[in-house]
């Protein structure tokens, strides 16, 4: 599965035409997307624990995000299990070797 970063730095528009903001549903209830201020940007739940910007619904990829860039801290920020695949992106760029720190 490919990852959603052609994405990076585009703005969310509801069907309203304003910008998006919170939790969506869509390609048919398959795909959660996490929007602020139009951006994709992960969310937290109630435990402090992120949630992927992008996920499908199976668990089977998920995506980390931060204002509107994929990024992840100390983590890869893309998981595909499909295709048993893992991303590591900071700020926007990917890592071919990442260098994690603890």
């Given at each position: 599965?490919?990852?959603?970063?052609?994405?990076?730095?585009?703005?969310?528009?509801?069907?309203?035409?304003?910008?998006?903001?919170?939790?969506?549903?869509?390609n048919d209830g398959e795909v959660v997307?996490?929007?602020?201020?139009?951006?994709?940007?992960?969310?937290?739940?109630?435990?402090?624990?992120?949630?992927?910007?992008?996920?499908?619904?199976?668990?089977?990829?998920?995506?980390?995000?931060?204002?509107?860039?994929?990024?992840?801290?100390?983590?890869?920020?893309?998981?595909?299990?499909?295709?048993?695949?893992?991303?590591?992106?900071?700020?926007?760029?990917?890592?071919?070797?990442?260098?994690?720190?603890?």
């Amino acid at each position: 599965m490919k990852t959603f970063s052609e994405y990076q730095n585009a703005r969310i528009l509801d069907k309203s035409g304003r910008l998006a903001n919170g939790d969506y549903l869509e390609n048919d209830g398959e795909v959660v997307l996490r929007i602020k201020n139009g951006l994709l940007d992960d969310g937290i739940d109630e435990t402090g624990k992120p949630l992927p910007a992008l996920q499908y619904t199976d668990g089977s990829h998920i995506e980390h995000w931060r204002n509107g860039v994929l990024h992840a801290d100390n983590m890869p920020a893309v998981v595909d299990t499909l295709d048993n695949r893992e991303e590591w992106w900071m700020h926007g760029r990917k890592y071919e070797n990442p260098t994690v720190k603890f």
